[in-house]
Structures are given as C-alpha cells and as structure tokens.
C-alpha cells in the first residue's frame, strides 16, 4: 500500500493524499468507457448511486466586488450591466430559505461578492446561518477570504460548510485572478477546518485551462490535509462583458473526465454538478451522475445567473430513476421525535 494511504474499512472506501501528478494524467488518459466504470464502482460502494444531494443558492450580496477574478460577473472592473445590490435584510433570507426547503433542498448557500467580510457584515452573516439553520436546513457560506475569529463565529452560530473554491490549477491560478494568491485561498480553507467548520471546496473548468490543469487542479484538493467534504465542479458561465465571455466551450466528455477523475480521487466527497447545467442537456448530465456526481445546485437561479427550472430537475429525475437525498431533520425534530 502506498506511503500515505488509509486502509480501507467498512465505513468507507480508502482514500489517498498522495497523488502523484503521472497517476492523475493517467486517470484523465483512461478510455472513456474504463474511466467511468472506475468511478461509477467506486461511488456506488460509498453511496446511494441513485441519491442526489440539493443544494440552493442564494447571493446575499451581489456585485461591486474589488477582485478581479476573470470568470466573474460581480467584479467591479468588468462591465456586466450588473446591478450592485446591499447585503439582504435577514427576513428576505429567511422567506428565500423557507422556499428552498419547502421544494426539498437539504443545505441553503449564501454567497455574498466580497474580497473578504468586515467584523460588522459577519455578525449580520452569522445571524442569517442561525435563522436558516433554524429551519432544519444544513448551512453553507462563501465569503470571500476568513480570519479565524470570523471562522470561529460563523461555526458558533451554526454553519455546517465554507465555500471557498481553488478554482483552477495552482500554475494557471495567475492567469484567472491577480488581486489574491492560492497561498491565500489555502490559508482560509486552514482557518475553516481550525473552526471545526466542514470544507466545500472545487473550481471552474472551461475557462482555457489545459488538461494537465485539471488533473493539477483535483490533485491539488485531493492531497489537502482533508479532503474537502464537498467538491463542487462548476463549468465556466461565460458572462459577456468579463474577460472570459467568449471563452470556447469545453468538449462536455471532458467536463464528464473531470467529475469522474473528482470522485475517484475523492471517494467519500459529494462531488457537485454545480454551474453551467442551463447548457446542458439531459444525456449529458445524466452522464455526470454515472460518473459520480451527486449534488446539484437546485433553484432557478445561480448567484447572477440561471440555472435548470425546477421543473426541468423533476422531470430529469424521474426519466433517471433518481431521488433527492433525504431532508436534513432539525435538532428540533429529533428532541420531539418527529
Ligand atoms: N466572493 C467570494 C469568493 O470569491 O470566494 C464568494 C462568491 S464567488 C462568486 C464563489 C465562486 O463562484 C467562485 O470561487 C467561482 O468558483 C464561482 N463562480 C463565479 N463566477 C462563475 C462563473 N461565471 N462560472 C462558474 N463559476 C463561477
Ligand atoms: C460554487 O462553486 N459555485 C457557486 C457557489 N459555489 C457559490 C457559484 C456559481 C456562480 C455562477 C455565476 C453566477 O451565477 O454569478
Ligand atoms: Fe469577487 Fe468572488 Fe467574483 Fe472573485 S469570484 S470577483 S471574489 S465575487
């Protein structure tokens, strides 16, 4: 067994920190056929395969951001004809949160456009993780950049997860964003785990990285200290107006390559078939859950931009055979045995 590796046990399949850069390229060189075969074997002995985690989003911020992140509709330097918004009033979040739950989401995401949160804006953060929490929802925030103390207060009032993506390799990383470095995105993910918080972490593909980018990208959060629990995969949105908004589109079998090379290297993660699903089509998605995905972002919007009817996600699962995964039940629910 390799230096690094932990045994397998019946809790879970093994999972390794030690992925050499050859085995990640070798993963994504595989056949097709062989690659998913591999991935799908391996998340049906972790998972329901036939169960899908739903996550909603919501931005509680919305543009005017300082960085200048290539990808992003909500950076200040780019003209998007997006309209800045003020951090929402907690009763909009709370009635956005209810809605989420009532059509079956387990875990509600708040995404707000800041390079990083002042002291005052996370109190009011913290005060909408225990609103929502309070609901029997499972909590997710990204924020941008976290001090421990921030992270220590968001964990005291409840959030379950951070987001906070590494977004690409750490050798394109500088061709995307100028204004933060990866060393900086690792520090938060650090202060995250230090608070006891659980780790949603992943990136964008589509935005002209290489394949060997890829693999370096999924190495990257597979050899973490802890692996992520979450791994969102998003494909790039190109929004018009950002430096990236007539980016060429990704051959899709090469989105699918890199869910599956995400679930083999990250056995016990939820893998997310997170942005870019409003250009997908059925087959394609359907694809993606073969080859381990199993979350989506669920609500008929992103943060700025669309995402997949609700309708259409029904339908789609049902044609599929798949159910959502079962709702988080409230300590409240438990203490009255409901
Ligand atoms: N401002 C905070 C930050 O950057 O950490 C939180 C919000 S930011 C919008 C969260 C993530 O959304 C980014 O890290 C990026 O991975 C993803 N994202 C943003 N714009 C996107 C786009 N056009 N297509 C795909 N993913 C995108
Ligand atoms: C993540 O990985 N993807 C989400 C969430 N984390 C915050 C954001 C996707 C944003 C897509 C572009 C937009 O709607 O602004
Ligand atoms: Fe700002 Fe986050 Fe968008 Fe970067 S990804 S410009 S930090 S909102």
Redesign the pocket.
């Known amino acids: 067994m390799a230096e690094g590796t932990q045994p397998a046990s019946r809790q879970g399949t093994a999972v390794r920190q030690d992925w050499s850069r050859e085995e990640v390229q070798a993963l994504f060189a595989l056949p097709f056929n062989d690659l998913l075969f591999r991935a799908h074997s391996l998340h049906r002995a972790q998972f329901d395969p036939n169960a899908v985690q739903l996550s909603t989003?919501l931005?509680i911020k919305t543009g005017a951001c300082p960085e200048d992140c290539a990808y992003?509709?909500?950076s200040a330097r780019f003209d998007t004809g997006l309209k800045a918004e003020p951090l929402l009033p907690l009763a909009e979040v709370k009635r956005a949160a209810e809605e989420a739950k009532a059509n079956g989401a387990t875990r509600f995401?708040m995404?707000a456009a800041w390079r990083a949160p002042k002291d005052r804006d996370l109190e009011k953060v913290a005060a909408m993780v225990r609103e929502v929490k309070s609901l029997g929802l499972e909590t997710c925030v990204?924020l941008g950049m976290l001090q421990p103390h921030q992270a220590h207060n968001l964990a005291e009032a409840g959030l379950d997860y951070y987001?906070h993506?590494l977004d690409t390799s750490p050798e394109y990383y500088g061709e995307i964003i100028s204004t933060r470095t990866y060393e900086d995105r690792l520090d938060t993910l650090e202060n995250v785990r230090a608070a006891g918080v659980k780790v949603?972490c992943?990136?964008?593909v589509g935005m002209g990285e290489s394949n060997v980018d890829r693999a370096e990208f999924l190495r990257t959060l597979a050899n973490l200290p802890q692996q992520p629990e979450s791994v969102?995969i998003?494909e790039l949105?190109a929004?018009p107006g950002t430096p990236l908004g007539d980016a060429a589109k990704l051959d899709p079998f090469e989105f699918v390559r890199t869910i599956a090379v995400a679930r083999i290297l990250m056995p016990r993660s939820y893998v997310?078939l997170?942005?870019g699903r409003t250009e997908m089509n059925d087959e394609l998605q359907a694809l993606c859950f073969f080859a381990g995905a199993n979350s989506i972002?669920y609500g008929e919007?992103?943060?700025?931009?669309g995402n997949p009817q609700n309708e259409r996600d029904r339908k789609l699962f049902s044609r599929l055979g798949i159910h959502a995964e079962a709702r988080v039940t409230s300590e409240l629910e438990v203490a009255c045995g409901a």
């Open positions: 989003l931005s992003c509709p909500q995401c995404g990204t987001n993506n949603c992943g990136g964008i969102p998003n949105v929004v997310r997170s942005a972002f919007r992103l943060l700025t931009t």
